[in-house]
C-alpha cells in the first residue's frame, strides 16, 4: 500500500506551540515495520491546483508572504518559507493517495498528515492553511471526467474530532460532494459550519455510543446515496477522539478507533469505493500514544487493501505467513 509524507519540512515553530510536529516523521518511522507499506516523500500541489478549491488571493497571500498577523495567528503558525512548501506538499500528498486509490487501481492509499479540513477557500484556521481534501476531490473530479466523460461523485468521512468547518464550507453548494462530519459539539470550531451530514457528539463520549453514532451516520449517508453511488472517498481518520487527547474532550479508546477504522474501511470495501486516508488530528498527552493510534488506522488500512488487491484478483493478497507477520506488527 502507497503512503505519502512531508515530514522533513519542519516549521520553525516558538518553544511551548502546542502543534505536535514531531508525530509525522515518529509515525512514517514506526509504519515502516508494516509489511506491504510503501512510503515516498509528497510533492508540492501547483498553484493551479489549489486554485481548484481556493481564491487566487488567498494563494498568492500565503506564497508571497503577505498574509497579516491576525491571519497568522488564525492559522495559528507564523508564516515562513517551510510553512509554504509543508503546505502545499500536504495538499499533494492526498491528491497523491486519492489518485493511487482512484485512477491506480489500488483502492486504498494514505497521506501520513493531511486532514486540513478547518482551510476555507479564503482563509486558514486551526493549524490548517490550505483544505488537502477539497482540493484532491475536485482534482480527482476533473481528472475522472478528462477520462472516463462521467461524473465523479464524493464522499468526505471526517471522523476528527473537530468539524470539518471549512471543507463544508468549500462544498456546501456543490452536490457532487458529500461531508459527514462525526465531532465534539462543544469543541473548536465554536461557529460550525452546515456539512451534508453533521453528528454532534457530547463531552465525555464513550466507546459504545460513538460507534452507534457512526453507524447511524454511515447508515444515513448510504440511503441518500440510493441510485446515485459515490466514486470515492476521502477519510480523515483523526486521533483526537481518544481518551489521552488534550483536545478531544471525548473518551474514546483505542480498540474503539481501531473499530471504527475497520467499519469505515469494510463498509468502503463493500461498495466499491476506493479511498484516501488522512491522519487528521491528534495532540495527545503522550506523542508516542497518538502514534499508536494512527499505526493502527493504517494497519486496518493495509488490511483493507489487502481485500480490495483480492477481490480484485490483484498479486499482493497476503499469504498464511503474511498475515500472520502483519497481525505481529499490528499496534
Not at 503577505?66 to 499533494?92: D, H, K, N
Not at 453511488?229 to 481501531?258: I, Q, T, V
Request: hydrophobic fraction near 45%; include cysteine.
Amino acid at each position: 500500500m502507497r503512503t505519502f509524507h512531508a515530514d522533513s519540512f519542519v516549521l520553525p515553530l516558538p518553544p511551548g506551540h502546542s502543534f505536535p510536529m514531531g508525530k509525522y516523521r515518529l509515525l512514517r518511522e514506526a509504519a515502516a515495520s508494516l509489511p506491504h507499506l510503501q512510503s515516498a516523500e509528497a510533492l508540492p500541489a501547483s498553484d493551479g491546483e489549489l486554485a481548484l478549491a481556493h481564491d487566487p488571493g488567498w494563494i498568492s497571500a500565503v506564497t508571497e508572504g503577505t498574509l497579516s498577523a491576525a491571519q497568522q495567528r488564525e492559522i495559528g503558525f507564523p508564516w515562513s518559507e517551510r510553512m509554504v512548501e509543508r503546505a502545499r506538499r500536504s495538499v499533494g500528498a492526498t491528491i497523491q493517495a486519492a489518485r493511487t486509490a482512484l485512477l491506480g487501481g489500488e483502492g486504498v492509499a494514505a497521506n501520513l498528515a493531511g486532514g486540513t479540513h478547518h482551510a476555507y477557500a479564503h482563509k486558514g484556521s486551526g493549524y490548517c492553511v490550505f483544505n488537502d481534501v477539497a482540493v484532491a476531490a475536485r482534482l480527482m473530479q476533473a481528472e475522472w471526467h478528462r477520462h472516463h466523460r462521467q461524473l465523479l461523485r464524493v464522499v468526505v468521512i471526517d471522523l476528527d474530532v473537530h468539524q470539518g468547518n471549512g471543507t463544508a464550507a468549500i462544498f456546501r453548494d456543490d452536490p457532487t460532494v458529500f461531508t459527514l462530519s462525526l465531532h465534539g459539539a462543544r469543541n473548536f470550531p465554536f461557529r460550525k459550519e452546515a456539512s451534508c451530514l453533521d453528528v454532534d457528539l457530547p463531552d465525555g463520549c464513550t466507546d459504545q455510543p460513538y460507534l452507534q453514532a457512526l453507524d447511524g451516520a454511515l447508515a444515513t449517508m448510504w440511503a441518500r446515496h440510493e441510485g446515485a453511488a459515490p466514486g470515492l472517498a476521502f477519510y480523515l481518520a483523526g486521533a483526537d477522539p481518544h481518551e489521552d487527547d488534550r483536545l478531544g474532550r471525548l473518551k474514546l479508546s483505542s480498540a474503539a478507533l481501531a473499530e471504527r477504522d475497520r467499519r469505515v474501511f469494510n463498509a468502503l470495501r463493500e461498495r466499491g469505493i476506493p479511498v484516501a486516508v488522512s491522519m487528521a488530528g491528534g495532540y495527545g498527552r503522550d506523542l508516542h500514544t497518538t502514534v499508536a493510534v494512527h499505526l493502527r488506522t493504517l494497519h486496518e488500512a493495509l488490511l483493507s487493501w489487502h481485500a480490495w488487491r483480492a477481490d480484485v484478483g490483484l498479486p499482493g493478497r497476503p499469504g498464511r505467513a503474511g498475515a500472520a507477520a502483519m497481525e505481529e506488527c499490528a499496534p
